[in-house]
């Protein structure tokens, strides 16, 4: 069993910076890949960003490459979205998501974890 939890959502202009954390319980989270998701009011949920389960492969939607970067510490058990240049249209609440032994994008059925979410707004 994991359990996922984001942190460092919040509200910033645009231009500006947020980085979202997703923390995770258990001793064997090196073995699960893990994804950013998000969903806006209205719309579908859709991959933002993916690490493989060893960490040497990323993943990107083509909305954030070059904003955004994902990278995992497995000694703390976190993953990190490092979000640059916002955009109103990044809006959205962000859940991470995990897929044992995974790709830095595996299918969507494949992930089997998710967290509950954190919201980012950013202003216009």
């Known amino acids: 069993q994991v359990q996922l939890v984001e942190s460092g959502g919040g509200l910033v202009q645009a231009g500006g910076s947020l980085r979202l954390s997703c923390a995770a319980s258990g001793r064997i989270f090196s073995s699960y890949a893990v994804g950013w998701f998000r969903q806006a009011p209205g719309k579908e949920r859709e991959f933002v960003a993916g690490?493989?389960?060893?960490?040497?492969?990323?993943a990107y939607a083509d909305s954030v490459k070059g904003r955004f970067t994902i990278s995992r510490d497995n000694a703390k058990n976190t993953v990190n979205l490092q979000m640059n240049t916002l955009k109103p249209e990044d809006t959205a609440v962000y859940y991470c998501?995990?897929?044992?032994?995974?790709?830095?994008?595996?299918?969507?059925?494949?992930?089997?974890?998710w967290g509950q979410g954190t919201q980012v707004t950013v202003s216009s």
């Open positions: 690490i493989s389960w060893g960490g040497s492969s990323t």
């Open positions: 998501a995990a897929a044992k032994y995974g790709s830095s994008r595996p299918p969507p059925s494949s992930y089997d974890y």
